[in-house]
């Protein structure tokens, strides 16, 4: 059992990685499939009908235009983000698009609906369709949003996300085990597996990319004030709270890192709100979260240097693979203690891990991390990555950073182990009530007034 660090965090757009990026990928693959049959040219009309989770806070998270995106023949990964939003309402104007970039058809507003009471074998579910002249669909498919980007079409195996690698492992106990009969760390048993799926250059060619993305997104988020979109018109803090800092420290002459850190998270999230480039990680809900460390490590640690961010990144993966595997990394299925608890898990066991922590350590901080978002409810207010999400971020950033800390002051030894903390996160999350998780029918959701 195996994700690649380039499927768990894939480079996207905002503001939602099972709402925005999953959506956008399942159309891409419906008018793929469609070019591949030889029947695109065929289709006079499509239907996109989006259930559960999708159909309760799709418009927050901007599904419809994400899906006619898709159907445009965008990809997440390389598309303008400026391309998408606004998508559903352009092509419904014009009462047109062009599907898969080559062919017109016709396209109403209606031609997407939205059934949140309607639930399929997951939450996040939504079905494609494409007509000729006959009422009979020349095509027809449900597709379920996982969670982090990552797509199922119905039928398929539920487990072709993880690949086949020389040093697999089922939790996080074969993991340590991997690493004491083995003698190699966590990251080094993630560079093992990946360099059977790729050579050296590569990986490293790519780890640098994911950084920079998510290092650029940062800058962004800083340099960006105003407002974010949407009813709520919560105002952009990462830029003022920089320029703060920035004044603060010219006084008194001495570093405030652990006010940049929140500085860091705010901006990714912010810039994620809207709607531009981010790194899923693994979640755009969670976004900020691994970034914002991150950076932290390699702006106030000693001796940081690229060799230890891909160390970074490669122990987040490792760590990510167990939650994915064993639980959920989806807000719609497990509550926001599965995206950003996840997250604040991934980063505390790479800060760990690049601050000289062993195996058994940087264990010990992924499940501190964890332990503390037991029960944390996804509840955006009008249907928005916004309120709570993005202070959430900043909140759970340092959570990473002090659980990483306590971890190095032990040697490893605990009570609760991390694959103890996951079972329970994934029975927290069976027992968890739909309307907490990404309904916006609970919690805060129900109790802030959205304008």
Same mark, same amino acid.
């Given at each position: 059992?195996?994700?690649?660090?380039?499927?768990?965090?894939? @480079?996207?757009?905002?503001?939602?990685?099972?709402?925005?990026?999953?959506?956008?990928?399942?159309?891409? !693959?419906?008018?793929?499939?469609?070019?591949?049959?030889?029947?695109?040219?065929?289709?006079?009309?499509? #239907?996109?009908?989006? =259930?559960?989770?999708?159909?309760?806070?799709?418009?927050?998270?901007?599904?419809?235009?994400?899906?006619?995106?898709?159907?445009?023949?965008?990809?997440?990964?390389?598309?303008?983000?400026?391309?998408?939003?606004?998508?559903?309402?352009?092509?419904?104007?014009?009462?047109?698009?062009? $599907?898969?970039?080559?062919? !017109?058809?016709?396209?109403?507003?209606?031609? @997407?609906?939205?059934?949140? /009471?309607?639930?399929?074998?997951?939450?996040?579910?939504?079905?494609?369709?494409?007509?000729?002249?006959?009422?009979?669909?020349?095509?027809?498919? %449900? =597709?379920?949003?996982?969670?982090?980007?990552? @797509?199922?079409?119905?039928?398929?195996?539920?487990?072709?996300?993880?690949?086949?690698?020389?040093?697999?492992?089922?939790?996080? *106990?074969?993991?340590?085990?991997?690493?004491?009969?083995?003698?190699?760390?966590?990251?080094?048993? *993630?560079?093992?597996?990946? +360099?059977?799926?790729?050579?050296?250059?590569?990986?490293?060619?790519?780890? !640098?990319?994911?950084?920079?993305?998510?290092?650029?997104? @940062?800058?962004?988020?800083?340099?960006?004030? #105003?407002?974010?979109?949407?009813?709520?018109?919560?105002? /952009?803090?990462?830029?003022?709270?920089?320029?703060?800092?920035?004044? %603060?420290?010219?006084?008194?002459?001495?570093?405030?890192?652990?006010?940049?850190?929140?500085?860091?998270?705010?901006?990714?999230?912010?810039?994620?709100?809207? #709607?531009?480039?981010?790194?899923?990680?693994?979640?755009? #809900?969670?976004?900020?979260?691994?970034?914002?460390?991150?950076?932290?490590?390699?702006?106030?640690?000693?001796?940081?240097?690229?060799?230890?961010?891909?160390?970074?990144?490669?122990?987040?993966?490792?760590?990510?693979? $167990?939650?994915?595997?064993?639980?959920?990394?989806?807000?719609?299925?497990?509550?926001?203690?599965?995206?950003?608890?996840? *997250?604040?898990?991934?980063?505390?066991?790479?800060?760990?891990?690049?601050?000289?922590?062993?195996?058994?350590?940087?264990?010990?901080?992924?499940?501190?991390?964890? +332990?503390?978002? $037991?029960?944390?409810?996804?509840?955006?207010?009008?249907?928005?990555?916004?309120?709570?999400?993005?202070?959430?971020?900043?909140?759970?950033?340092?959570?990473?950073?002090?659980?990483?800390?306590?971890?190095?002051?032990?040697?490893?030894?605990?009570?609760?182990? $991390?694959?103890?903390?996951?079972?329970?996160?994934?029975?927290?999350?069976?027992?968890?009530?739909?309307?907490?998780?990404?309904?916006?029918?609970?919690?805060?959701?129900?109790?802030?007034?959205?304008?």
């Amino acid at each position: 059992m195996y994700v690649s660090v380039f499927d768990l965090f894939s @480079i996207g757009i905002g503001p939602s990685s099972s709402h925005t990026v999953g959506p956008m990928r399942a159309a891409l !693959d419906f008018v793929t499939r469609l070019r591949d049959e030889g029947t695109l040219e065929d289709v006079h009309r499509v #239907g996109c009908t989006l =259930y559960g989770s999708l159909g309760a806070t799709g418009l927050g998270h901007g599904t419809p235009d994400a899906v006619v995106a898709g159907l445009a023949g965008l990809e997440p990964t390389t598309c303008d983000p400026t391309q998408v939003t606004g998508a559903w309402d352009a092509s419904a104007g014009a009462r047109s698009l062009r $599907l898969g970039g080559i062919h !017109d058809i016709e396209f109403e507003h209606d031609d @997407i609906s939205l059934e949140p /009471r309607t639930r399929l074998q997951h939450p996040n579910a939504m079905t494609l369709a494409a007509w000729s002249e006959s009422p009979v669909p020349l095509m027809e498919h %449900t =597709y379920f949003s996982v969670g982090g980007g990552f @797509i199922q079409r119905e039928g398929d195996d539920e487990n072709e996300a993880t690949v086949e690698v020389p040093l697999p492992y089922r939790n996080a *106990a074969e993991l340590l085990q991997l690493c004491t009969d083995r003698g190699l760390s966590i990251a080094q048993i *993630a560079r093992v597996n990946e +360099e059977s799926l790729r050579d050296t250059d590569e990986v490293d060619a790519g780890l !640098d990319r994911l950084w920079q993305v998510m290092d650029d997104c @940062i800058t962004a988020g800083m340099s960006t004030g #105003g407002t974010l979109p949407g009813p709520l018109k919560v105002a /952009r803090r990462a830029h003022d709270l920089r320029e703060k800092l920035r004044h %603060t420290e010219a006084e008194n002459g001495r570093s405030l890192p652990g006010e940049w850190l929140l500085a860091y998270a705010l901006a990714v999230n912010e810039e994620n709100a809207s #709607g531009g480039r981010v790194v899923t990680a693994p979640t755009n #809900g969670a976004a900020g979260i691994i970034p914002a460390v991150g950076r932290y490590y390699l702006t106030f640690i000693d001796g940081a240097d690229a060799e230890g961010m891909r160390t970074y990144l490669l122990t987040a993966t490792a760590i990510g693979t $167990l939650f994915k595997a064993n639980a959920s990394i989806s807000g719609a299925v497990g509550g926001c203690q599965a995206e950003v608890g996840s *997250a604040c898990a991934m980063a505390a066991g790479a800060l760990c891990a690049v601050l000289g922590g062993t195996p058994q350590q940087v264990e010990n901080a992924a499940e501190i991390a964890m +332990e503390h978002h $037991l029960g944390l409810t996804c509840d955006p207010v009008a249907g928005l990555v916004q309120v709570p999400c993005i202070e959430r971020n900043a909140v759970a950033s340092s959570t990473a950073v002090t659980a990483a800390r306590l971890s190095l002051n032990g040697d490893g030894t605990h009570v609760v182990s $991390l694959d103890a903390v996951i079972e329970t996160m994934r029975q927290t999350g069976v027992d968890m009530s739909t309307k907490y998780k990404e309904t916006s029918e609970g919690g805060l959701a129900v109790n802030v007034i959205e304008c």
